[in-house]
């Protein structure tokens, strides 16, 4: 096999990469994943006029902080013909197949290094039951996906904020390939991240010795992954796991409900399998690089009457196995109570200035013995007149949480640290985790949108 049937046996193909013609202007040209700041829509209203006229991904995305506008339409009306109008103007420079080897440096650390890549979403299903190369490591909601396949369905471009994870305890393989393309390859960016986000710089891949590099690399996982975590491929069909979602679930499922939307409308015409719609452009990193950094994803409770929050919450948790519950004296001392190491389970509730530290022998993450009781009171409180405007929200980092918190008519729930180890082996043995259980990182530190890829059209 050459090279890129080598890759290709392994879900992955070399993307034809768009980016501006500009390199000056990409502080604007890049923005945020649009799944951060969904309680701030002023973020977004500030971004907007910030960057006024001025080409940009935002007019290339949907921030999810808007989803309920009522003018949505007219929003993914605007989205697509940026995307015509950017693709057909002078706004990009002429296409490069190239991957593309980029260094992140965030807030929280100097360098986290990926590689954008082009994914085969015909190696990827979302359902639980499914052992599939790339895996959900969250559970899917469905009724989340028909508002992003409007957006997604006939859009002329795809620009990624999917970040797909492979299990490389060496750490070898991405910095192997940083070498090779900081030697080999020209420097593709170099840019500030706004605001206070960071820089991002990337440099093309794209020489025999880089893919070569790659391909020996994932096939090295891949043989590794055969024989891992014992029974689980004993009792399947033995399709190793190669690769997790870290990052974008619902945008990389999206991405498949469309592509096998359009295959069925399509079957049997020449070339479907090479249509751009059959993948995903992601960016590919190693769980164990040193810049990455799990954070659990805290809920925030809405739409309480008067000062019965905490004692909802109380009363909702005082069923789970060895539950008790005192109060703190503030945010830092339930922080610092949340964030130890014991035994327990733990958790944190804070709801105006009152705080809350919580404890259960419950077994697992925090998410698993949460989150079912969370969304049955949900339910029950929608159902009753009194209570029907409750609804949950999914907030990264915790002084978002607590400055929510501190609203009328809010709780927020402060989950424990994330462990790095065992993600793999937790969703190969028993499938995705319940939905927004981690983060990889705060805010500030998630994927910018930057490169672009042809799509429909």
């Not at 103007?89 to 980029?102: H, M, N, Q, W």
């Not at 130890?340 to 944190?348: H, V, Y």
Request: charged share 25%.
């Amino acid at each position: 096999m050459n090279i890129h049937e080598r890759l290709a046996a392994l879900g992955v193909a070399v993307p034809e990469i768009l980016l501006p013609r500009a390199e000056d202007g990409l502080a604007d040209w890049a923005v945020i994943a649009c799944d951060q700041f969904t309680q701030d829509r002023a973020y977004w209203d500030r971004l907007d006029r910030t960057i006024g006229s001025a080409p940009s991904t935002l007019r290339l995305i949907y921030p999810e902080a808007l989803l309920d506008s009522p003018d949505r339409a007219d929003r993914i009306a605007a989205i697509h013909r940026a995307m015509k109008e950017y693709r057909a103007g002078d706004i990009f420079a002429p296409p490069r197949r190239s991957l593309v080897y980029l260094e992140r440096a965030t807030p929280a650390a100097a360098r986290r290094r990926g590689l954008v890549i082009a994914l085969d979403l015909e190696r990827y299903e979302w359902d639980p039951a499914s052992r599939p190369l790339i895996r959900s490591t969250e559970g899917t909601v469905p009724e989340r996906l028909p508002p992003r396949m409007e957006i997604r369905r006939g859009a002329a471009l795809e620009t990624p904020h999917i970040i797909i994870l492979i299990e490389d305890e060496e750490d070898a393989l991405l910095p192997a390939l940083g070498l090779i393309a900081k030697n080999e390859g020209a420097g593709l960016y170099d840019t500030p991240l706004h605001p206070a986000s960071g820089r991002a710089a990337g440099w093309a891949l794209e020489g025999d010795a880089g893919l070569e590099c790659l391909a020996s690399g994932l096939e090295r996982l891949f043989e590794r992954a055969k024989t891992r975590y014992g029974g689980e491929y004993r009792r399947t069909d033995g399709s190793p796991f190669l690769f997790a979602v870290g990052d974008g679930n619902h945008s990389l499922a999206t991405a498949k409900a469309v592509w096998e939307e359009y295959k069925k409308v399509h079957t049997g015409e020449a070339g479907l399998e090479r249509h751009p719609a059959r993948w995903a452009l992601v960016e590919l990193e190693n769980l164990y690089d040193p810049g990455i950094r799990f954070e659990p994803i805290h809920r925030l409770l809405t739409g309480f009457s008067g000062g019965a929050a905490l004692q909802a919450m109380r009363e909702l948790f005082a069923p789970l196995p060895g539950f008790t519950s005192r109060p703190v004296p503030g945010r830092e001392e339930l922080s610092r109570l949340v964030a130890s190491q014991p035994a327990k389970g733990r958790f944190g509730l804070a709801a105006g200035r009152e705080y809350v530290f919580a404890e259960t022998d419950a077994p697992g993450l925090a998410t698993g013995y949460l989150q079912p009781l969370l969304d049955s009171f949900i339910q029950r409180s929608r159902a009753e007149s009194r209570a029907p405007g409750i609804d949950i929200d999914y907030i990264h980092g915790e002084e978002e949480l607590f400055h929510l918190g501190e609203m009328p008519g809010n709780v927020g729930i402060l989950l424990p640290p994330i462990p790095k180890n065992g993600l793999f082996e937790t969703v190969a043995a028993s499938g995705p985790l319940p939905r927004k259980s981690f983060s990889m990182g705060e805010a500030a530190e998630k994927r910018f949108y930057l490169e672009c890829r042809r799509l429909f059209g």
